[in-house]
């Protein structure tokens, strides 16, 4: 009988909290959708070009081969001519010194005085090195002392060095602007999650000379359709190039708890109940072939091997994987 009352009430506190959860949904995506409408932008231009552009992922869910750590979060270097960017700082899910991506420096011959400038596309814990550094808005490229310069980090939200990393100056980038020659974040675009609740993201654009706008994404969570939208209002370049992490875990995920797939429901703006399921992959690839880019490359931290095969059938020889240890050159 005492177990019917504990089973009971059990029941009852997760059907509270997911009223509770449920209606903060409701009134998050109203404000997301609020905030979302007022920005209006004018064209960023002229915004200029770089002639070479290469992405070498540092950190992600697939390597080229055993001696490069993988895990369920971004890291890339970003090499646009003579600038040297770091977009986000990895995982590190075992909170290690050296952590994985400074494992992966050391194999690929990466020297952190190499990095010019930050990148930070958003504020969850795959993405700023850490769970700890997702609680305290912080980021740490690993989980000891690291001798990161004074350089500018730029962040769509209120984020600060951890004391492993203390000397690097944010900038929040609060709408879009160009970061340098040929450079420019898109802005922030809110989105309100199912638990990881208002999430700012925004994106990396690089204009190439003579190819146009490739777009280096983090976790996608603004989706894909809405980082179209921001760059075709921005720019007058076609769109070249979209690379990184879109956000589909679909029929699998990454982090799953026993049969529990947490990527799906936490990155979504829809009930657990509904997710991100196979028809939103399937319209999100027609809203890309549309723009007709010649270099579409997925993310695998954040989408399962279905949705890659789905991007790999629907793009063909414009496709390219995405793997810690191979260099994109665009
Ligand atoms: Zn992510
Ligand atoms: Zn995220």
């Known amino acids: 009988m005492i177990i019917l009352y504990i089973l009971a009430g059990l029941v009852a506190v997760i059907l509270l909290f997911l009223a509770l959860k449920l209606a903060q949904l409701k009134s998050g995506r109203e404000r997301a959708g609020k905030e979302l409408g007022k920005m209006v932008y004018d064209k960023l231009s002229p915004i200029g070009s770089v002639k070479n552009l ?38 590190n899910a075992k909170k290690e010194h050296p952590s994985p991506l400074i494992l992966n420096m050391e194999k690929l011959g990466v020297k952190i005085e190499d990095i010019d400038m930050m990148f930070i596309s958003h504020l969850h814990v795959d993405h700023l090195g850490g769970m700890k550094e997702q609680k305290k808005k912080q980021f740490s490229l690993s989980q000891g002392p690291m001798p990161v310069p004074e350089l ?44 990881m609740g208002y999430t700012l993201e925004h994106s990396l654009a690089v204009n190439v000379e003579g190819k146009g706008i490739v777009l280096i994404v983090g976790c996608g969570h603004q989706t894909v359709e809405r980082i179209i939208e921001r760059a075709k209002s921005l720019f007058d370049e076609p769109i070249y190039g979209i690379i990184g992490g879109l956000h589909f875990p679909v029929n699998g995920g990454r982090i799953m708890v026993g049969p529990l797939n947490l990527q799906a429901i936490v990155g979504s703006d829809k009930p657990p ?36 095969t789905r991007f790999k059938e629907a793009f063909g020889d414009r496709y390219r994987d995405l793997k810690v240890g191979e260099e994109m050159v665009i």
Do not use: C
Not at 156 to 174: C, L, M, Q, Y
Not at 179 to 192: E, W
Not at 276 to 304: R, T
């Open 152 to 195: 500018p980090v730029y962040a769509p939200d209120n984020v600060t060095p951890s004391e492993w990393n203390p000397k690097p100056r944010v900038e929040i980038v609060s709408e879009p602007k160009v970061i340098k020659k040929g450079m420019a974040s898109i802005g922030p675009i809110p989105r309100f999650l199912f638990l």
């Open 54 to 91: 290469s992405i070498l992922p540092l950190i992600d869910f697939y390597s080229t081969g055993d001696d490069l750590k993988t895990e369920p979060g971004v890291s890339y270097l970003i090499k646009a001519d003579d600038t040297t960017i770091l977009l986000d700082v990895g995982y």
């Open 273 to 308: 109940w509904r997710g991100i399921n196979e028809q939103d992959v399937m319209d999100s690839i027609e809203v890309i072939k549309q723009e007709n880019p010649q270099i579409v490359s997925l993310s695998a931290h954040d989408s399962s091997d279905w949705s890659v």
